[in-house]
């Protein structure tokens, strides 16, 4: 039911529902440890795919896999159409994945805007001598970028911080300035690795909706958590992982009763207050 079909996966790039990234039989092994074995699956153009699991999984290793952070041992990823191959980092985010870390990183002496310009100007095309002499296209880009920047603050409901220094924002606001500044490099793919992490269950379930608004507006998400009940109410799709291997696939109804994933979650349902 969660298999798709041939057809859908060469629909036209841009079409909602097209894979638009593809985990092909990734295998990656640090020394003896296997943390993913023959992992397949793929991430639709607008959807928030959920990749939950136990703590241990493979959950991140899956997200360096995808970010250039590691590359498989065996098996490749495929992104928009091509094959991520030995790229580094910076050359995966220029070709449109985002990401957000699970330890913060922001500038902290920096306003909430200038963190997410900062974002916005990874991708500016004026060079170093059209900003030395505030040449047009590095004027208007500044002011795109100004626009841009408070729009997407508006977005992650921070507007009101914007002249703010990040340190002074709270823990919950600057994690959400941190998937402000990844949505300024316009990503086709957002990636997030356990976003609410250390939230309480207020603040988790409205990062949530922002996270579907985010969606909502024409994005791909990829959500990592390992708080099943979490993502059930937010994500189209979701993949489980356990012991670096996929356990099922499918819409989230299908999911929560899925015996298998019932027995990887059983004894880790305070998974969550354990990272805390
Ligand atoms: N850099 C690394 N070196 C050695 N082992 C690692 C490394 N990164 C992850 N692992 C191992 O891979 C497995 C999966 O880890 P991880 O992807 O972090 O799980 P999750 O994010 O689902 O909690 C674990 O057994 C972990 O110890
Ligand atoms: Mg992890």
Do not use: W
């Not at 590359?71 to 449109?96: A, H, M, S, W």
């Not at 690795?193 to 996270?211: S, Y």
């Not at 012991?243 to 819409?251: P, V």
């Not at 299908?254 to 298998?260: G, L, T, Y």
């Amino acid at each position: 039911m969660s298999e798709t079909t041939t057809d859908e996966r060469s629909a036209r790039p841009g079409e909602p529902g097209r894979a638009l990234l593809q985990m092909q039989n990734v295998t990656l092994r640090f020394g003896g440890v296997v943390a993913l074995n023959d992992v397949s699956f793929e991430i639709r153009q607008g959807e928030i795919l959920g990749l939950i699991g136990p703590n241990g999984a493979g959950k991140t290793t899956c997200f360096n896999a995808l970010t250039g952070v590691y590359q498989p041992t065996e098996g490749q990823v495929v992104f928009d159409g091509t094959p991520l191959g030995r790229r580094k980092r910076f050359q995966i985010n220029r070709l449109g994945i985002a990401r957000t870390f699970q330890n913060i990183r922001l500038f902290q002496n920096m306003t909430a805007r200038e963190n997410v310009l900062v974002g916005a100007d990874s991708h500016h095309r004026a060079g170093v001598v059209q900003s030395l002499f505030r040449l047009p296209r590095h004027r208007r880009e500044t002011r795109e970028g100004n626009a841009l920047a408070d729009e997407l603050l508006e977005l992650m409901d921070l507007g009101h911080r914007a002249d703010d220094l990040a340190r002074n924002l709270s823990y919950g606001e600057q994690r959400r300035l941190e998937i402000a500044r990844a949505l300024a490099t316009k990503p086709k793919l957002l990636c997030l690795d356990e976003p609410a992490a250390g939230f309480n269950p207020v603040e988790k379930q409205r990062l949530m909706d922002l996270i579907r608004r985010v969606r909502d507006l024409g994005n791909t998400v990829l959500l990592i958590e390992h708080d099943m009940k979490l993502v059930m109410g937010v994500t189209d799709r979701i993949v489980v992982l356990e012991f670096g291997k996929k356990i099922a696939e499918g819409l989230p109804a299908e999911i929560r009763d899925n015996p298998a994933v019932i027995a990887a979650y059983l004894g880790v349902d305070d998974a969550s207050e354990e990272e805390l």
